[in-house]
Every structure is written in structure tokens, then in C-alpha cells.
């Protein structure tokens, strides 16, 4: 069973960070592509952040400078380093592993970024 756990969430003050990871079981991590993306209140679910099997990366407009994905193979985990956090960064975050014809999501972590 594919289970992907993300962790790392949590209140933060304006220009804060935080550190989101996500370690997925019951896949070869390194045969997959990462991704995360989020969901603001009454949003649709958008892109973030992509970390190919490769180490390629590839993250969003709205957060190049800020945000930068990175993964470790040895132990089965993606980040998502969150730097200079805004207001409008508020969403629940959502990992997802997938590659050629599979595809997994996490159950999501919130991120609220609020004074």
C-alpha cells in the first residue's frame, strides 16, 4: 500500500519559513517524480514545486526566490524549503509522487501564514 506522509506545516508570521517534507512507503522513491502543490480556501489545487527521478527542478512563478524543492534518496524524502512566506502562500500543501502511469497523493499539511 502507497502511503505518502507529509509533515512540516504549521503558523508562521510573515517573512518566516518552514521546511515541508513528505516520505512516501511502499514505492522505489528514487523511480519517482515529487511534486508538491496546494490548495488555498475556495481555490483550485495548484502546482508548487517538481523534482524529477534526475534531480531536475522546475517550481512556480509565483514562488521561484522563495521556495526551493530538493529530495534525499537515502531517505526516501522531499522537501520543500519555504522562505519570505506571504499571506497568500495560506494553503493546505499536497505531496505527490508519480511517474509514467502511477500517480500518489498525501493527505495535504496546512500552512498559514498570519501576524
Known amino acids: 500500500q502507497v502511503q505518502l506522509v507529509e509533515s512540516g506545516g504549521g503558523l508562521v508570521q510573515p517573512g518566516g519559513s518552514l521546511r515541508l517534507s513528505c516520505a512516501p512507503s511502499?514505492?522505489?522513491?528514487?523511480?519517482?517524480?515529487m511534486g508538491w502543490y496546494r490548495q488555498a480556501p475556495g481555490k483550485q489545487r495548484e502546482w508548487v514545486a517538481t523534482i524529477t527521478s534526475g534531480g531536475n527542478t522546475n517550481v512556480v512563478d509565483s514562488v521561484k526566490g522563495r521556495f526551493t524543492i530538493s529530495r534525499d534518496n537515502a531517505k526516501n524524502t522531499v522537501y520543500l524549503q519555504m522562505n519570505s512566506l506571504k499571506p497568500e502562500d495560506t494553503a493546505v500543501y499536497y505531496c505527490r509522487a508519480f511517474t509514467i502511469g502511477n500517480g500518489y497523493w498525501g493527505q495535504g499539511t496546512q500552512v498559514t501564514v498570519s501576524s
Open positions: 511502499g514505492i522505489i522513491f528514487g523511480n519517482y517524480h
